[in-house]
């Protein structure tokens, strides 16, 4: 018989900066209901990817002096890192980048032109760079600023591309409001008081004013807006008019497309609007989950992001404890639609309490006492008794809530009741006293009976929560002595399944138990730095220069590399600003040799007449290059600081034309 298919999808992530723990949830939560899917004998597809095209990539490539692609490609390869070290397994990565999608996007868009639902209109607004968003003057924030970044709008007008919504309203009303696609629910009415009842307003889906995005394939100079180019992924990586995969009939339409509360509108309203004017199906569910926040100085909890430079570094939690421990950690303290405070000591209690105390000391101590009380191996003789009922009832009921948990996206409430077996395991321990039965040669049938059910129920909790925390479950596995079979989905429903004399090994500590105080004190201290260095980056970046990042050291090179760059001590003679741009100011040196022109980004930092008749240093063998249309000779050496950039000014007995080593 051929499985049932199930499509899971993550938002595709902007790689604008690394990624964070804040983007951590959606994925390790897709990830975990792709993982049990799979474990139920599901065909799964779980598409994760990056959506890598916009204005705000293209700015970022050249602040950088790189190419767009060139950026995103090594961002992307931040964001696969994490996603291997956080064990995550999707089966297909999706690049709004890659040819096919590209190729897919444009006949999307052409499509529904052809269809009538996109017309050429010109768009006005109060437009935010950073979010490439339109807003209307009443989504604007109190102050009159962006609504997600609350950084201060402009005025602006092009002609563009509008996708027609209003056909789309009533269908969209009953989605929300009578099916179950949204979750939660709750939500429905905001959506439908916000955005359906003021009227659909129609959607900007072309864009003039940059060249990083899927160009339009019959107007030149038009490039498809970031939504219908972002959320045609999750149709294009199933091959949806292209050649480049062919699963489109096999898991369309998507089971769950999990997402934050910030997208919540274009997968609710944008996204069903596409699919009805394209004649397809609609997804089957929307999960919408709150923000990883983080405390601010002023105590308000506020969403973790690399805008707001209070970004917690998931590389280095994992490396302290383990990935499975951050997965575990970040799972369980969100409720779908809540958000979720993160604090390093609400998580290093959780790891202690539910993983080191709960579950790992469940198994060390079961494992421990078969080894001491029976060498390891148990004794096929064993006597039951009437308590041991009630131990296995509740055992045996975990499977269906868990499965109707994981089938409602509930994962905090599925991980809630995993661990209610466990703590039941914990407490039949208390009840039974093995170690006294151990005392007594009489009572070791009954001592068997005690620890096989707890080797059991540690079978089962441990294969539940095995989708949740890949990494560590095998190794419990292989303490209990249980075999790939054994933890087999259709064999958690039941008792019994380990052989009468299963042989146990004593292994490594699951989770070690965390000494908070101190690990707080060294945690602080490295995610301190670490927000210090992000927000001066970020406070340097608002000022548009460069970075004043941690000090990272290039690669070493030789003296023979070093004698390559000419350093020579020039004057300025004189120096005015460049037109058109605020940043760049154009100097005339004389630098011994006949003169020179160099365009230096200074004029934030330096008015002309700071700088004439200073002595400086030039860099005097740089290909010359063009800056805003007028030639640059050389750059002008300066320290990148905390409070902007300054020019490192030489002496002014140092003869013009000196080489400096
Ligand atoms: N590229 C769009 C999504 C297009 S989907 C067709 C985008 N990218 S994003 O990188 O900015 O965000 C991706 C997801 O990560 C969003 O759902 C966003 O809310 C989520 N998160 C980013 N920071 C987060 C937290 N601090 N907490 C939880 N989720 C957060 O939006």
């Known amino acids: 018989m051929s499985k049932k298919p199930f499509y899971i999808t993550t938002p595709i992530y902007y790689p604008s900066g690394n990624p964070h723990i804040g983007h951590c949830y959606t994925t390790v939560a897709c990830d975990s209901i792709a993982r049990y899917k799979r474990m139920q004998g599901y065909d799964v597809m779980f598409l994760t990817g ?26 992307v390869e931040q964001f696969q890192k994490l996603w291997k070290y956080m064990n995550i397994s999707y089966d297909r990565y999706i690049r709004t980048t890659d040819d096919y999608h590209v190729e897919s996007v444009q006949k999307i868009f052409k499509e529904l032109y052809d269809r009538g639902y996109i017309y050429k209109g010109e768009y006005s607004g109060k437009y935010c760079t950073p979010c490439e968003s339109f807003w209307t003057d009443s989504q604007l924030d109190e102050n009159g600023c962006c609504p997600e970044c609350h950084r ?11 996708f027609k919504m209003s056909p789309f309203a009533e269908r969209i009303e009953k989605l929300l409001t009578e099916t179950d696609y949204l979750r939660p629910k709750t939500r429905a009415q905001e959506l439908v008081n916000n955005f359906i009842k003021p009227g659909l307003e129609d959607l900007c889906v072309s864009r003039t004013t940059f060249k990083w995005g899927v160009p339009v394939t019959f107007d030149e100079g038009h490039v498809v807006y970031v939504w219908i180019d972002a959320l045609s992924n999750y149709i294009t990586a199933l091959g949806y008019l292209n050649d480049a995969h062919s699963d489109f009939e096999k898991f369309w339409p998507a089971d769950v497309h999990m997402v934050a509360k910030d997208i919540m509108r274009f997968h609710a309203i944008i996204w069903p609007a596409m699919l009805m004017a394209l004649e397809l199906p609609l997804p089957k569910h929307l999960a919408v989950h709150g923000y990883i926040t983080m405390q601010s100085k002023s105590g308000e909890s506020v969403k973790m992001s690399k805008s707001l430079g209070n970004v917690v570094d998931p590389f280095i939690l994992g490396e302290r404890y383990g990935c499975d421990s951050i997965r575990y950690h970040i799972l369980r303290e969100m409720a779908l639609g809540a958000d979720s405070l993160f604090s390093n000591e609400i998580m290093m209690n959780r790891i202690n309490s539910d993983l080191a105390n709960g579950f790992g000391n469940l198994v060390s101590r079961t494992v421990a006492m078969a080894d001491k009380y029976f060498g390891g191996t148990l004794p096929a003789e064993r006597e039951a008794a009437a308590i041991d009922d009630d131990f296995r009832s509740v055992i045996l009921g975990l499977l269906p809530e868990v499965d109707k948990y994981v089938d409602e996206t509930k994962i905090k409430q599925a991980l809630e009741t995993i661990f209610e077996g466990v703590n039941r395991a914990n407490k039949y321990i208390d009840e039974t006293e093995p170690w006294k039965l151990g005392k007594d040669e009489a009572m070791k049938p009954r001592l068997a009976a005690v620890l096989y059910n707890l080797l059991e129920a540690i079978r089962i909790t441990s294969a539940l929560l095995a989708p949740f925390m890949p990494t560590t479950m ?12 054994d933890v087999k989905y259709e064999n958690l429903g039941r008792f019994d399944v380990l052989p009468a004399d299963v042989t146990v090994h004593k292994g490594e500590i699951l989770f070690p138990r965390i000494d908070v105080d101190k690990e707080i004190d060294e945690l602080n201290a490295i995610l301190t730095k670490n927000m210090e260095a992000a927000q001066a980056k970020l406070s340097a970046e608002e000022k548009g220069e460069e970075s004043a990042a941690p000090i990272e050291l290039a690669p070493e090179i030789t003296i023979d590399d070093f004698a390559k760059v000419e350093i020579r001590v020039a004057k300025v003679i004189s120096c005015e600003k460049v037109k058109k741009s605020d940043k760049l100011l154009c100097l005339q040196l004389d630098d011994g040799m006949g003169g020179r022109q160099v365009v230096s980004g200074i004029a934030q930092y330096y008015s002309p007449e700071d700088l004439i008749g200073k002595k400086l240093q030039l860099i005097a063998n740089l290909k010359p290059v063009k800056l805003r249309g007028v030639d640059s000779n050389g ?24 080489k400096i080593r």
């Open 635 to 658: 750059m002008i050496c300066a320290a990148d600081t905390p409070d902007g950039i300054k020019v490192i000014f030489v002496d002014d007995s140092i003869p013009v034309g000196s």
């Open 50 to 75: 990056t959506d890598e095209h916009g204005l705000k990539i293209e700015q970022k490539a050249a602040e950088a002096g790189v190419s767009p692609k060139e950026y995103v490609d090594v961002i």
């Open 474 to 485: 095998p190794k419990v596995w292989e303490q209990i002595g249980a075999s790939a079979e």
């Open 152 to 162: 201060p709008v402009k005025f602006a007008k092009e002609e563009a591309y509008f």
